[in-house]
């Protein structure tokens, strides 16, 4: 691979700055950790560091946000899913950071301050700029080598994850290895016939997505749902309804509309759209074909017709690579269309979730194992397959070429 391994690094009984993004959903009045899923995606790693002395660098939100608090939780719920003991350092690198990590041994884990309370890790910084911050250098000198394990933020161009790399002999942890790898083999030796199906109400990253592979042949067919299938509705002249029209202009997506009529009039052939629709008619389920979708009721999920058409394209697929929802799955009466999509691309040769809300729902069906991948990082995929330099591998790639 163009970025280091742990394997190649040789981190046994040194000290290894680990980057993890153990960013998770909080609940705002009791501070407990809803959600442990970012932590157990990086318990590998940590076990294959088991003996090195680590040190966790990670973050948990930003300034302004309601969940911008401390690890000390975190120290605590890791600790439990690795059971082995975590220790939580209350500094980033003051002094009682550096006198704990220069006392640990082979074997112990160390938590640093959430990291993003230091000014300087919430810029964007070029990887020039970002070596030469106070952070980079007081972090680089408690350590001999960096682990960068956090795909989540690896779209991120902040000290941490693009500084420390041109300093500091690095590599990949096996989840960024894993999300690098798997990633990079849709666009080259995925199983034909590869299809994308992108949902959700993030537009303007699934247009880029859709440009980038029909341009490029990376994918024979897109199928698109949720609010980016209303878009090319649009696009193609069918009238969606005042309610789902108006929501398109809130979230000012309007542009994105002619991004849709360009793509269709070049790959009209590969762009697949739902045939019908489903809407809340007195507190229930109605369904419409798209040429006749009610004026006064928002489009809420795909119709059954949708759903049986759309279900047999992915299971003739041999690559899905599935990245939002087909609508509103979190009512029951509106949660069909992305079960049963999902459901489908379970079932395909090889398989890659975009993570998000997709990753939640496939969670909540129990059909994780079926899938090849699931992405831990939404941004951070997205703009993998935009095909996009990700900030944090290419600073990886210098680290290599740097330090070898």
């Given amino acids: 691979m163009p970025i280091g391994t742990i394997r190649e690094l040789g981190c046994s009984n040194k000290t290894v700055l680990l980057r993890l993004d153990l960013n998770s959903p909080i609940d705002p009045s009791s501070h407990l950790i809803l959600d442990d899923k970012r932590f157990r995606e990086h318990l590998p790693t940590i076990r294959a560091l088991s003996d090195s002395r680590v040190v966790i660098v990670t973050h948990q939100s930003r300034p302004g946000k309601k969940d911008f608090t401390t690890l000390e939780a975190h120290a605590e719920k890791l600790e439990k899913l690795l059971g082995t003991p975590v220790t939580y350092i209350d500094s980033i690198f003051g002094s009682h950071a550096r006198t704990a990590v220069h006392d640990s041994k082979a074997g112990d884990v160390l938590m640093l301050e959430n990291v993003r309370f230091n000014a300087e890790e919430n810029l964007t910084l070029k990887p020039d700029e970002a070596k030469k911050t106070h952070l980079v250098r007081k972090l680089s000198s408690m350590a001999d080598v960096f682990v960068n394990d956090a795909f989540g933020t690896a779209h991120r161009s902040q000290p941490t994850v693009v500084g420390l790399p041109l300093v500091m002999r690095s590599a ?53 749902i949720g609010v980016v299938a209303n878009v090319f509705l649009i696009a193609a002249g069918y009238d969606i309804g005042k309610p789902s029209t108006q929501l398109i202009a809130q979230l ?25 629709v489903a809407v809340r008619q007195d507190k229930c389920r109605a369904e419409y074909p798209v040429t006749k ?39 029951a009466d509106f949660a069909t269309g992305t079960y049963e999509l999902l459901r489908a691309a379970s079932q395909v040769e090889f398989s890659v979730v975009g993570g998000g809300h997709t990753a939640v729902v496939i969670e909540k069906l129990g059909i994780e194992q079926a899938f090849t991948h699931i992405s831990t990082g939404g941004g951070a995929c997205i703009e993998f397959l935009t095909g996009k330099k990700l900030p944090a591998v290419e600073a990886l790639e210098e680290s290599k070429k740097i330090f070898g």
């Fill in 172 to 224: 990949a942890g096996l989840l960024m290895e894993k999300e690098v790898s798997t990633l990079s083999k849709v666009f080259s030796g995925a199983p034909r016939p590869v299809c994308m199906v992108l949902g959700g109400t993030k537009v303007d990253d699934s247009m880029a997505v859709a440009e980038h592979v029909l341009a490029r042949g990376i994918a024979d067919q897109v199928i698109v």
């Fill in 252 to 276: 000012k997506y309007q542009p994105e509309i002619e991004k849709a009529k360009a793509i269709l009039s070049k790959y009209k052939d590969r762009v697949v759209m739902p045939e019908s």
């Fill in 293 to 331: 979708i009610p004026a006064d009721v928002p489009v809420l999920d795909i119709g059954m017709d949708a759903i049986a058409s759309l279900t047999q394209c992915i299971k003739k697929a041999g690559t899905v690579v599935f990245n939002g929802p087909a609508g509103v799955f979190e009512e």
